[in-house]
């Protein structure tokens, strides 16, 4: 059973540690469209529930993207977390198909 996930586009211009203090963490979806990637924010708590619930690289998650019209299956391809502080810097999504 795929987990579901909502993310909306990353705003032009927007700095990463502004978005982090607002609850949002970056990530960014690769393997939709050949070599292009899609820069998304997904929130914070929602994050924290997905990696209590999924493997990197093992589980479906159906990420859903409204702004693009984009709905998909991917995988958690990496999480990127501070190294004695624990809290999450980045996440990457690997498209493995799309409806």
């Known amino acids: 059973m795929a987990i579901k996930l909502e993310s909306q586009k990353r705003p032009e211009g927007s700095k990463p540690n502004a978005l982090r203090r607002s609850g949002l963490i970056p990530a960014n979806l ?18 924290e529930r997905l ?11 159906e990420l859903n993207i409204p702004e693009l019209d984009w709905n998909g299956t991917t995988v958690l391809r990496e999480v990127q977390s501070h190294p004695s502080k624990g809290f999450i810097y980045h996440l ?7 409806s």
């Open 30 to 47: 690769y393997g939709h469209k050949g070599a292009e990637s899609i820069a998304l924010v997904v929130d914070a708590k929602t994050v």
């Open 51 to 61: 990696l209590k619930q999924a493997a990197i690289n093992k589980t479906e998650i």
């Open 92 to 98: 990457s999504f690997f498209a493995s198909s799309q």
